[in-house]
C-alpha cells in the first residue's frame, strides 16, 4: 500500500515536471526514472521497517486472516508510530499528488487557451488516467485508514473484526485496479482490443 501511494505521488510529480517545462521530455535517459523507483521503494522500506525493530508491533488483523500493523494497541509507542505513518505515508504523498496535479492542471489550461500543441491531447489523457488512478487509490485506501484510526485511537471495541474485513479488503485489492484503468483510459492499448 505505501509503495503504491509513493509511486503515484512520485508519478504525479513526473507528470507535472513533463508537462510544464518547455523542452520536449528526454525518453533515452532512465536514469531518473531509475532514481524515483529506487527512492520510492527505499521510503517505503522505512517507513515498513520499525515494527520489526519495537516501534509498534504487525499481529493479525480483522478476523485474523491478513496480517498488518497493531491498529489496536492504545500505547504511546504504537500510536505515535501511526500517527507518523499516517501523516507521511498518506496524507503527504497526497498533498503532493493534489499540489503536483493543481499545477499540472492550471498549465494545461493556459497551454489550451493559447494554442494547441501536437502530442498535449495525449498529455491530457494520460493526466484523466492518472487522476482516476489516484481517486480509485483514495477510494480504497480512506476507508481503511478511517478504521485503523478508530480502532487506535476510539473506544475499545469500537471496530469488531467483522466491521474490519471490508475496508481490508478493498485496500489490498487496490493494486488491481491500476491495470484495469490503464488498459480502458490508454488509447493505444483500447484500439488494440
Same mark, same amino acid.
Given at each position: 500500500?505505501?509503495?503504491?501511494?509513493?509511486?503515484?505521488?512520485?508519478?504525479?510529480?513526473?507528470?507535472?515536471?513533463?508537462?510544464?517545462?518547455?523542452?520536449?521530455?528526454?525518453?533515452?535517459?532512465?536514469?531518473?526514472?531509475?532514481?524515483?523507483?529506487?527512492?520510492?521503494?527505499?521510503?517505503? #522500506? @522505512?517507513?515498513? $521497517? /520499525?515494527?520489526?525493530?519495537?516501534?509498534?508491533?504487525?499481529?493479525?488483523?480483522? +478476523? &485474523?486472516?491478513?496480517?498488518?500493523?497493531?491498529?489496536?494497541?492504545?500505547?504511546?509507542?504504537?500510536?505515535?508510530?501511526?500517527?507518523?505513518?499516517?501523516?507521511?505515508?498518506?496524507?503527504?504523498?497526497?498533498?503532493?499528488?493534489?499540489?503536483?496535479?493543481?499545477?499540472?492542471?492550471?498549465?494545461?489550461?493556459?497551454?489550451?487557451?493559447?494554442?494547441?500543441?501536437?502530442?498535449?491531447?495525449?498529455?491530457?489523457?494520460?493526466?484523466?488516467?492518472?487522476?482516476?488512478?489516484?481517486?480509485?487509490? #483514495? @477510494?480504497?485506501? $480512506? /476507508?481503511?485508514?478511517?478504521?485503523?484510526?478508530?480502532?487506535?485511537?476510539?473506544? +475499545? &471495541?469500537?471496530?469488531?473484526?467483522?466491521?474490519?474485513?471490508?475496508?481490508?479488503?478493498?485496500?489490498?485489492?487496490?493494486?488491481?485496479?491500476?491495470?484495469?484503468?490503464?488498459?480502458?483510459?490508454?488509447?493505444?492499448?483500447?484500439?488494440?482490443?
Amino acid at each position: 500500500g505505501i509503495i503504491s501511494l509513493i509511486s503515484l505521488a512520485v508519478l504525479s510529480y513526473e507528470r507535472c515536471c513533463t508537462m510544464t517545462r518547455a523542452a520536449e521530455p528526454d525518453t533515452t535517459n532512465y536514469r531518473k526514472t531509475w532514481t524515483a523507483i529506487i527512492l520510492s521503494w527505499t521510503y517505503s #522500506l @522505512l517507513w515498513t $521497517l /520499525p515494527p520489526l525493530f519495537g516501534w509498534s508491533s504487525y499481529g493479525p488483523e480483522g +478476523p &485474523g486472516i491478513t496480517c498488518s500493523v497493531n491498529w489496536h494497541s492504545k500505547d504511546a509507542n504504537n500510536a505515535s508510530y501511526i500517527i507518523c505513518l499516517f501523516i507521511f505515508c498518506l496524507v503527504i504523498p497526497f498533498a503532493i499528488i493534489v499540489y503536483s496535479y493543481g499545477k499540472l492542471l492550471c498549465a494545461v489550461r493556459q497551454v489550451s487557451s493559447i494554442h494547441k500543441r501536437p502530442g498535449r491531447s495525449r498529455e491530457q489523457r494520460i493526466l484523466v488516467m492518472v487522476v482516476v488512478m489516484v481517486v480509485c487509490f #483514495l @477510494l480504497c485506501w $480512506l /476507508p481503511y485508514a478511517a478504521v485503523a484510526l478508530l480502532a487506535t485511537f476510539g473506544q +475499545p &471495541g469500537l471496530i469488531t473484526p467483522a466491521a474490519s474485513i471490508i475496508p481490508a479488503i478493498l485496500a489490498k485489492s487496490s493494486t488491481v485496479y491500476n491495470p484495469i484503468i490503464y488498459v480502458f483510459l490508454n488509447k493505444q492499448v483500447s484500439e488494440m482490443l
